[in-house]
């Protein structure tokens, strides 16, 4: 069955650690999204990729960064340099806008 | 202005009957409007996309646009208590992304 797989589910973060979440689709989308979302609020964009090996800021890139090496694969890196990591973390894959987004399950990341 | 906004709610309503909800959206070309459902702890799921004025509807659920009042709507007849999730509208304004409203909890009393 085709579709976007995260993981882990759930990660823990020691300050000043960097971590990485894996996103992986077999959807052979070409667009592929990261947001982020805290409790009782909508999702904030992190970053998108329409094409591998290109890659832009969304509206709260600062303390995140993001590779597009292959097309199924956009891994996010969290790093020492965002301050309120803790959130639930959704990548997102296209085939286009107008048929929408599919979303993976989500990775809950604590800091510890 | 918001660019895309909904009442966070909660929105109550009593099972069997039709739940509403509504969204309002600032940018005039938008041209793909859709409803995710989300249950708490879960990520979103599409439910719903409409692309012209007018209704569509897929089973229990009908989704309404109106470009002219930059109005969607989504419409649930037969409320269920599986029903209970938080509602996103999303809209596809520009050519890069898609923008999410906040989303409306919508709690089925049984």
């Known amino acids: 069955d085709g579709g976007i797989t995260q993981s882990p589910k759930y990660l823990f973060r020691k300050e000043g650690q960097n971590v990485t979440l894996s996103c992986e689709q077999n959807l052979n989308h070409d667009a592929m999204y990261w947001y982020r979302q805290d409790p009782g609020q909508g999702l904030r964009l992190i970053y998108y990729?329409?094409?591998?090996?290109?890659?832009q800021k969304g509206d709260i890139a600062e303390g995140y960064s993001v590779s597009r090496e292959k097309k199924e694969s956009f891994p996010l890196t969290v790093t020492s340099a965002q301050k309120n990591p803790t959130a639930f973390y959704l990548c997102a894959s296209s085939i286009g806008q107008v048929y929408g987004y599919t979303f993976g399950s989500g990775t809950r990341l604590t800091v510890v | 202005q918001k660019e895309v906004e909904q009442n966070s709610g909660p929105l109550s309503v009593p099972e069997g009957a039709i739940a509403s909800l509504n969204c309002t959206y600032s940018d005039r070309v938008s041209q793909s409007f859709f409803w995710y459902r989300q249950y708490s702890g879960k990520s979103p799921e599409l439910i719903m996309s409409?692309?012209?004025?007018g209704d569509k509807e897929d089973g229990r659920f009908t989704a309404q646009l109106n470009k002219a009042s930059q109005y969607v709507s989504l419409l649930i007849r037969d409320s269920q208590p599986s029903d209970s999730a938080t509602y996103l509208c999303a809209v596809n304004a520009r050519a890069d992304k898609i923008i999410f409203g906040k989303g409306t909890r919508l709690h089925i009393l049984p």
């Open positions: 409409i692309y012209s004025n």
């Open positions: 990729s329409q094409i591998v090996n290109d890659f």
